[in-house]
């Protein structure tokens, strides 16, 4: 009989011992799937962090690259007519490109008048002046500017 309870016991322990590693292999599964789950949440976060920091240095940049253009101006010539006659050269189109400038620091849209043009083959259109602002801003700032056509048939730029 004391062997019987001697086997009884060992049997007991052994189940106990077996239920114990099943216990433990059960929550060390657990333990894993919860990491996978936090490792997914941060893995998460950080791209979200570091499209956002992308995000803010682009902008920053962009700014950084209109100020240096501003800066620049003086060294670059441009000139169009404002009417029939009048032109817009010198200093007055420095300003008026400095204008441009700092409204695309602001993230605003310029509003370009409709009497700019420059001279292009078949005469001095507005579509040329807008060709030829284009291509200075972009060699200025390598920022290649967009223009909106508006209800009265006048143009926007955005930079």
């Known amino acids: 009989m004391a062997t019987q309870l001697v086997k009884a016991a060992e049997a007991l322990i052994e189940a106990a011992v077996k239920e114990s590693v099943v216990a433990s292999i059960n929550t060390s599964k657990a333990a894993v799937d919860e990491l996978r789950h936090i490792h997914g949440a941060l893995d998460k976060q950080g791209q979200a962090l570091e499209k956002a920091l992308e995000a803010s240095l682009d902008k920053h940049f962009r700014v950084l690259r209109l ?3 501003m800066a620049l101006v003086p060294n670059w010539f441009i000139e169009w007519y404002t009417s029939s006659y009048d032109r817009m050269s010198g200093s007055s189109a420095q300003n008026e490109i ?3 400038l700092a409204a695309a620091i602001k993230g605003v849209g310029f509003a370009l008048s409709k009497n700019w043009t420059m001279e ?3 005469g001095r259109t507005h579509e040329a002046f807008r060709n030829q602002l284009s291509s ?3 060699g ?8 909106e056509l508006q ?3 006048s ?4 930079m």
């Open 67 to 69: 100020q240096q253009a």
């Open 155 to 158: 143009y926007t730029m955005f």
């Open 120 to 122: 292009a083959q078949g």
């Open 151 to 153: 209800g009265d048939q």
């Open 98 to 100: 400095r204008r441009m």
């Open 136 to 138: 200075y801003l972009h």
């Open 140 to 147: 200025l700032t390598g920022i290649e500017p967009r223009f």
